[in-house]
């Protein structure tokens, strides 16, 4: 997800696929629809599984007459031996554990050779597999901006398997001290094998360090190389679980969940606004209930038709191109 618009597309396509599946008489039909395979199980695949679990299992679970939402299949599919690998083994353990109470089949080990419009084909080991879906999301992560692949045609500068640009230790580009390259576009190694990751956290801590190194630049100084500082990892998984690693310590559970809530509602601008989130949070954990269930795009009323035709985002021309 890269707009808002992209949000919304998704939030369609999944609340579309239990209306179709409400109109299907065709059994195997009807599980297809109910069948959403996400892709990746990092921390975008896994907030995606425990959030679609908690929309079938709690949030719409009354709201239909003929088919039972808890039944939903909700795979999440990962190619390493667990999920959330960038997290202790612990977390991962617990994270899996919480997914497994909101409904999430977990795969791991497991690749994806295959994606087509209904249906994903898997290979673990020797053992190939195919699994009819209607809703399959990819956050295995994606291409960068096709940004790097112009800068590495006008300055030479090498681009990574995922098309960032490797950049020097100030983020600058080789042979060009005067472009500077920060966020997820930015290859850098932080240390031996390890890249500096593609979220929020380190870009902005890239791009206060960058802004130093120009203000020393005209003052005619020099700054040390970057140095990222690692303030901890979160994971949301459903209402009530998260995971949290900080430094050496570990948080799962209720309490990771508290402490995932408390950073992201600290992190909001101005007071009135944290103040009416706080409001909807509580609102929406006493009561259950989900009051952003819009269907947008375009419709013919029955709901079959193909994602593409029914759920479309107006894109804009700013739209980041993944």
Not at 253 to 276: A, C, E, P, T
């Amino acid at each position: 997800m890269k707009t808002i618009e992209d949000a919304t597309n998704i939030r369609c396509r999944i609340l579309s696929a239990f209306e179709a599946a409400e109109l299907e008489d065709d059994p195997d039909s009807r599980r297809d629809w109910m069948t959403f395979v996400i892709v990746g199980g990092g921390p975008t695949g896994v907030e995606l599984a425990g959030a679609i679990g908690e929309l079938a299992r709690n949030v719409l679970k009354r709201d239909f007459r003929h088919i039972s939402t808890p039944q939903s299949r909700i795979l999440l599919i990962e190619g390493a031996d667990r999920i959330l690998s960038t997290f202790s083994a612990s977390l991962s353990a617990s994270a899996e554990e919480s997914l497994a109470r909101l409904g999430v089949t977990v795969f791991t080990g497991a690749m994806v050779t295959d994606v087509r419009a209904d249906h994903v084909t898997l290979r673990s080991g020797d053992k190939t597999e195919t699994i009819q879906a209607k809703t399959i999301i990819w956050a295995a992560g994606v291409q960068a901006s096709p940004l790097g692949k112009s800068l590495s045609d006008a300055t030479g500068a090498q681009l990574d398997r995922a098309g960032r640009v490797q950049v020097q230790p100030d983020f600058s580009v080789p042979g060009h001290p005067e472009i500077f390259v920060i966020g997820d576009l930015a290859h850098m190694e932080v240390s031996p094998g390890q890249v500096l990751p593609g979220v929020a956290q380190p870009a902005l801590q890239a791009g206060a360090y960058v802004a130093k190194v120009i203000q020393a630049r005209l003052s005619g100084k020099t700054t040390p190389a970057f140095h990222y500082f690692d303030r901890g990892s979160m994971a949301t998984i459903g209402r009530n679980a998260a995971v949290a690693q900080v430094g050496r310590l570990n948080f799962s559970g209720s309490i990771g969940k508290l402490m995932w809530l408390f950073i992201h509602w600290l992190y909001l601008d101005q007071r009135h606004n944290r103040v009416l989130v706080l409001l909807q949070w509580l609102r929406t954990y006493f009561t259950g209930n989900v009051s952003a269930r819009l269907i947008t795009g375009q419709t013919d009323g029955t709901f079959r038709q193909s994602p593409e035709a029914r759920c479309v985002a107006e894109q804009s021309p700013m739209t980041l191109v993944r």
